[in-house]
């Protein structure tokens, strides 16, 4: 027995690189309502996102940002990575 992707469910697949840049913008520490505004009004984030002309509207949902991982060093086990 498949779960069902995404895709089954009626949502359609991010462009792999609209995803990476979104987990690397992400990473400045600032909130997804934050990331989703400056998102909007830098043409040099939509670029570095992929995107090839400037986009006037998000092309994801904004709450499917909290689905995500948060991808911080303590999921990894390292909890002092000075050590």
């Given at each position: 027995m498949?779960?069902?992707?995404?895709?089954?469910?009626g949502q359609?697949?991010?462009p792999t690189?609209?995803v990476?840049?979104?987990?690397i913008?992400k990473?400045m520490h600032?909130?997804?309502?934050?990331?989703?505004?400056?998102?909007?009004?830098?043409?040099?984030y939509?670029?570095f996102?992929?995107?090839?002309?400037?986009?006037?509207?998000?092309?994801?949902?904004?709450?499917?940002?909290?689905?995500?991982?948060?991808?911080n060093s303590?999921r990894?086990?390292?909890?002092?990575?000075?050590?």
């Amino acid at each position: 027995m498949t779960m069902p992707s995404a895709v089954d469910a009626g949502q359609s697949r991010l462009p792999t690189r609209l995803v990476a840049g979104l987990f690397i913008l992400k990473h400045m520490h600032v909130s997804d309502e934050v990331l989703c505004a400056r998102w909007l009004e830098n043409p040099y984030y939509q670029f570095f996102c992929g995107e090839l002309s400037f986009c006037h509207k998000l092309p994801f949902d904004r709450s499917s940002l909290t689905h995500w991982p948060p991808g911080n060093s303590s999921r990894r086990g390292d909890s002092n990575p000075a050590e």
